[in-house]
């Protein structure tokens, strides 16, 4: 499996090296579109070198069932992807903090509500006011963007 995940960063890499330089007025002096794949390319690698250096020296023992929440997640994985498409990625990125939070054990509604809305208009702020790259058109980017 580690190796399987090499080939992936390696073959994402690759792709994003394919990327053209985006025109200034698009990205400003913000990233270019390969940097960031090549970036948590480079970072899934390194945390990859990580955790099959502690499974050499620590080896797991007998597994034991997948829990439901790894199922659920991926199912939430899966309409993440249809709120994107169809909606908004903010939206999505609500969406799916709040349920993962919930379906994680979070009790605390109010927290889940809170980190749901906190961390996506993080990301959307930093991304747009930092690293000066726009998000996809949805129905919540449209009101931020105008």
Do not use: H
């Amino acid at each position: 499996m580690p190796g399987l995940i090499y080939a992936f960063c390696i073959v994402i890499s690759l792709l994003a090296m394919t990327f053209e330089k985006a025109p200034d007025i698009f990205v400003g002096k913000g990233m270019q579109p390969r940097s960031f794949p090549l970036f948590l390319m480079v970072l899934v690698a390194i945390l990859n070198t990580i955790l099959l250096r502690q499974t050499f020296r620590n080896p797991p023992g007998k597994r034991n069932a997948v829990p439901y929440q790894t199922w659920l997640t991926m199912a939430l994985m899966v309409l993440f992807f249809l709120i994107t498409t169809y909606a908004d990625m903010i939206l999505a990125l609500m969406v799916i903090i709040f349920s993962m939070a919930l379906l994680w054990g979070e009790r605390r509604i109010w927290l889940a509500l809170l980190l749901a809305v906190v961390t996506p208009t993080t990301i959307l702020l930093f991304f747009d006011l930092v690293l000066e790259v726009r998000f996809p058109r949805g129905w919540i980017t449209n009101l931020y963007y105008k």
